[in-house]
């Protein structure tokens, strides 16, 4: 059930639509890849991407890596890429964030020229295969940093046209609620654009404690890593498609119970 001040009627417009605009076979996608970024700031074109992950994700199971960088993991639900820029943007504060070190970036940065390239092929080979496109927050913070990074390269992910679910916006879209009434493309933009008070979405500070995602191997101490990051964000979208197939469920047994004591009373008239 969903906590009190996010309504789960309008979670499930919000995927209803979603999945009849993107022509997913059911109420969720079955492929998608979910994207996040780690920066040295706020502010795209100014400030840059320090860290780019990946979730790829197939009928609810992630592909499994080994991190060049972390092979001490073991296996992990996601790719993760540092970017080799100036250690020296890397600010104490920015550690204290995302715990990017100027050292980290030293060793393990790979030149832009090779990891946004491969970041597009993967985005563009995931398309074509009719995979949607995750993240959160994207449309606000992600989207900004990967243009700018993209054009200083001369590429462009304009024209990249994957369907897109931003998480973020849905938790926030619940607090208000907005109703999902335009292309949802257009819809994510408009709700990224709305000022209100008092609502959060942050994936660590609110989606880990408000959803439980604890109880899916999620652990707040270790956001801020942008594969970690992905890979929370694929356990944020499948709860909330779990919200929405159990109200459904839900919803459906009301109806069955509704027509229960109709087919009595006919019985009765009968006899």
Not at 62 to 83: C, D, F, I, N, W
Not at 98 to 116: C, D
Not at 257 to 265: D, F, Y
């Amino acid at each position: 059930m969903l906590k009190q001040g996010f309504s789960v009627q309008t979670l499930c417009r919000i995927f209803k639509r979603l999945s009849e605009e993107y022509y997913w076979p059911g109420l969720v996608p079955d492929k998608y890849v979910c994207i996040d970024l780690e920066t040295s700031g706020l502010h795209a074109g100014r400030d840059r991407i320090l860290q780019i992950g990946l979730t790829i994700v197939e009928n609810k199971q992630p592909r499994q890596y080994t991190l060049a960088h972390k092979p001490e993991l073991g296996t992990v639900p996601y790719l993760s890429y540092y970017m080799s820029v100036d250690p020296a943007i890397v600010t104490p504060k920015i550690t204290e964030i995302n715990r990017i070190t100027p050292e980290m970036i030293s060793q393990y940065g790979i030149p832009q020229e090779q990891v946004l390239p491969l970041i597009l092929s993967t985005l563009e080979t995931c398309r074509d295969n009719g995979y949607t496109l995750v993240g959160h927050n994207f449309i606000r913070f992600d989207l900004p940093f990967l243009e700018a990074e993209m054009r200083m390269l001369g590429y462009t992910i304009e024209n990249l046209k994957m369907p897109l679910v931003d998480t973020g916006m849905i938790v926030k879209a619940l607090q208000l609620p907005v109703e999902p009434t335009i292309p949802m493309s257009s819809w994510f933009r408009q709700i990224a654009e709305l000022r209100a008070k008092g609502i959060y979405y942050a994936l660590d500070r609110t989606c880990v404690p408000t959803f439980d995602l604890t109880q899916y191997g999620a652990n707040v101490s270790a956001a801020h890593d942008a594969g970690y990051d992905c890979w929370v964000t694929h356990l944020l979208l499948n709860h909330l498609a779990d919200e929405v197939l159990q109200h459904c469920k839900c919803e459906e047994k009301v109806e069955q119970e509704k027509v229960k004591p109709a087919a009595a009373s006919v019985n009765t008239v009968w006899r």
